[in-house]
């Protein structure tokens, strides 16, 4: 396993990293390909084809516009989030797209833009864009495949052991939990001194530490935006924003016994996972923990970490953001490895419930936890969401998706607490967890694994 931290924090745009950022990527690599093989000046036509998940909840969750912006060379990380809504308008109005802001073409929505009700064998997101010259031949296709969190892979890659990312040799390499407290006992590390040793094949400690302090700055800027704007979330549920209004009352009412209670910060903690799933929602700039879908989980629990517990000075609390994503991105790593973090894979379980089991450890960490300790963690809080099944009312990431992350958050602080006050030894281990996960996913029918064709998002529209 060669999964970077930087692989399951990702800074994008909401609402979805399966259905949003990943297509963008997807579109991105697409036209730079028809530009690299000297190809671009000669694409006429554009068709996008969208198959499974993303064509069920695509438009809910902005696919179809981040795949026009991502032709237009835009990536997630770099994106003004601003601009996407109306030169999607544009596009629409003037029937031409230009193909990395270069290459005007024709692109009329009827035609070239197509949900299909049929699904791909390999995985349940997948794309197909093929490019046209002027005499209607195609002179290149891809499928792609989303597979959560933002990773993507085209079809040259999508076999039964196709690996996520580009692999190195790790010093430390892992694929089970049981193999990683192994590690960790044998070298006497704890887990975010294990995970840093591995991300030095890719850059220096100091780089890691700046990039993922820069990780927390965007999670910070996320819920700050979150917590100013307030209105109606887009999509046609009109769905309330709740959190600045939260704020606000929360500001007036302040009561210094209260706000160092448990209750108190449990207001707090759900405050921040809000302020981040709405933001995600409305389609702003937030990052993939490891998904959109999940993102308020990980900010909020260490933005509990930050407020609430005492640091002496400021590098001892960068200190402990440091170890808090790197212990977390272990446990998510396994994830990835050994079930998915996709919704539409596995259901909510492998989204929320991964982002539960990698906030519980991150802050497991950070509070002194020992290896065991934090694999109690992380197994806690991923065992009490399995068969969590993605419903979401209307294809949107709102309902129940943004109250389902602040109750995440606290399920993970919970489980660090549990597995505080115990040695580490448990009956059930994290990787058969992570195993139940991925049978249940497996056995879960599509209808609960983000199609919006059954649960909350049939129920909830029901006359």
Same mark, same amino acid.
């Given at each position: ?15 979805? @990293? ?36 993303? @064509? ?53 929505? @009827? ?44 079809? @040259? ?307």
């Amino acid at each position: 396993m060669s999964i970077s931290v930087f692989d399951l924090f990702k800074i994008g745009v909401g609402p979805s @990293s399966s259905h949003t950022v990943g297509p963008m990527i997807a579109a991105a690599e697409f036209a730079s390909y028809l530009e690299q093989q000297k190809m671009l000046q000669d694409v006429k036509r554009i068709k996008i084809d969208l198959y499974g998940s993303l @064509s069920a909840t695509g438009i809910g969750h902005g696919t179809d516009n981040s795949i026009i912006i991502g032709l237009m060379g835009e990536r997630p990380h770099s994106v003004d989030p601003e601009i996407i809504l109306p030169e999607v308008a544009a596009v629409k109005e003037s029937k031409t797209l230009k193909l990395l802001g270069q290459n005007p073409i024709e692109f009329i929505w @009827s035609r070239d833009m197509n949900l299909l009700q049929e699904s791909l064998q390999y995985h349940p997101n997948a794309m197909r864009l093929t490019a046209y010259n002027d005499k209607a031949e195609a002179l290149y296709a891809n499928t792609y495949y989303s597979i959560g969190g933002g990773f993507i892979i085209d079809e @040259s890659e999508a076999t039964e052991d196709a690996y996520l990312v580009p692999q190195v040799k790790l010093p430390y390499h892992f694929n089970t939990a049981t193999e990683l407290l192994e590690m960790c006992k044998n070298n006497n590390f704890t887990i975010s001194q294990l995970m840093m040793e591995n991300e030095k094949i890719w850059r220096s400690e100091e780089d890691v530490r700046h990039g993922l302090l820069e990780i927390w700055q965007a999670m910070k800027n996320c819920i700050a935006s979150g917590l100013s704007k307030a209105g109606v979330l887009p999509g046609g549920l009109n769905v309330k924003r709740r959190a600045a209004a939260l704020h606000v009352s929360m500001k007036e009412t302040v009561n210094p016994n209260l706000i160092t209670s448990t209750l108190g910060a449990m207001d707090w903690v759900n405050l921040y996972a809000l302020a981040v799933n709405e933001e995600n929602a409305a389609g702003g700039r937030m990052v993939t923990a490891p998904t959109n879908g999940a993102a308020g989980i990980i900010p909020a629990v260490l933005m509990y970490y930050v407020e609430f517990m005492q640091h002496e000075y400021d590098q001892a609390r960068d200190d402990g953001i440091v170890r808090f994503m790197l212990a977390a991105a272990a446990i998510g790593a396994l994830c990835k490895l050994n079930a998915s973090i996709s919704g539409a894979e596995v259901g909510c379980q492998g989204e929320v419930g991964s982002a539960c089991a990698m906030a519980a450890a991150g802050l497991c960490e950070v509070l002194g936890g020992t290896p065991e300790q934090i694999e109690n963690a992380a197994e806690i809080g991923l065992e009490h969401n399995l068969g969590l099944t993605c419903d979401p009312v209307g294809g949107l990431v709102q309902v129940p998706c943004i109250e389902r992350n602040a109750i995440a958050a606290m399920k993970a602080i919970n489980a660090t607490q549990m597995s505080l006050h115990g040695t580490g030894d448990h009956f059930i281990s994290l990787d058969k967890v992570i195993k139940t996960m991925l049978d249940t996913g497996m056995d879960m029918h599509d209808k609960y694994k983000e199609t919006s064709r059954g649960g909350l998002a049939v129920n909830a529209v029901e006359c």
